[in-house]
């Protein structure tokens, strides 16, 4: 089972500012299956990026999605108000179980 | 309109069993992986399992194979997850999504437990 982890556990940051999520893989995710979704509170989850950099349908670009083998970064571009929540990455790419990370609280500072 | 739509929200008592559904609509539900993901309160995502409706081939993960059965009725476009015997530590949102990654999710369903 792959096991990922996500740095930081919170990240504090001020609208307009740049973010950069972590994800790490305990072993290689296979083909870049590697997947980044945004909860909000009350809310299911939303995926964001699928295959490590292809933006989910009516996801904005200012949300870009990068890595390979087991070293993967979600970047936010430019802030806005809308992408305070919880991040999640997930591996789909070898055979199940399809393991999320922990999850990233983004805050505003 | 593509949704997947679940059943509402549940209180039962440790040792009851209990089945909940995601009902499809929109597209071809055969043809795409169905999937369960539980949120416990204040916590995580955790991947439970996925099924196949056309086949129902199911693959479970390690943490949950023997504590819950996902299945499927494809005539009818819905997934079900289901407990034989609920303890407490089922208390949770429980989420059903479709697709490999999940790119449609339905509403989730609220699962508590207690004596």
């Known amino acids: 089972e792959i096991v990922l982890t996500q740095s930081p556990g919170t990240l504090s940051l001020s609208p307009g500012e740049r973010a950069t999520l972590s994800c790490r893989a305990s072993?290689?995710?296979?083909?870049?299956?590697l997947a980044w979704y945004q909860q909000k509170p009350g809310q299911a989850p939303r995926l964001l990026i699928y295959v490590t950099s292809s933006r989910a349908t009516g996801i904005p670009d200012r949300f870009t999605g990068s890595g390979s083998g087991t070293d993967f970064t979600l970047t936010i571009s430019r802030l806005e108000p809308e992408d305070f929540a919880v991040y999640y990455c997930q591996q789909y790419g070898s055979s199940p179980p399809y393991t999320f990370g922990q999850g990233t609280k983004l805050e505003i500072k | 309109e593509v949704q997947l739509v679940q059943s509402g929200a549940e209180v039962k008592k440790p040792g009851e069993s209990l089945k909940i559904s995601c009902k499809g609509s929109g597209y071809s539900f055969s043809n795409q992986w169905i999937g369960w993901v539980r949120q416990m309160p204040g916590k995580g995502l955790e991947w439970m399992g996925i099924?196949?409706?056309?086949?129902?081939?199911?693959r479970y993960s390690p943490s949950f194979q023997g504590q819950v059965t996902i299945s499927a009725d494809k005539s009818i476009s819905t997934a079900y997850l289901q407990w034989s015997s609920l303890k407490a530590s089922d208390t949770a949102m429980y989420y059903c999504?479709?697709?490999?990654?999940?790119?449609?999710w339905g509403q989730g369903t609220l699962v508590t437990v207690s004596s």
């Open positions: 099924i196949y409706p056309g086949d129902s081939d199911t």
């Open positions: 999504a479709r697709g490999d990654p999940f790119d449609l």
């Open positions: 072993q290689s995710v296979s083909s870049s299956y």
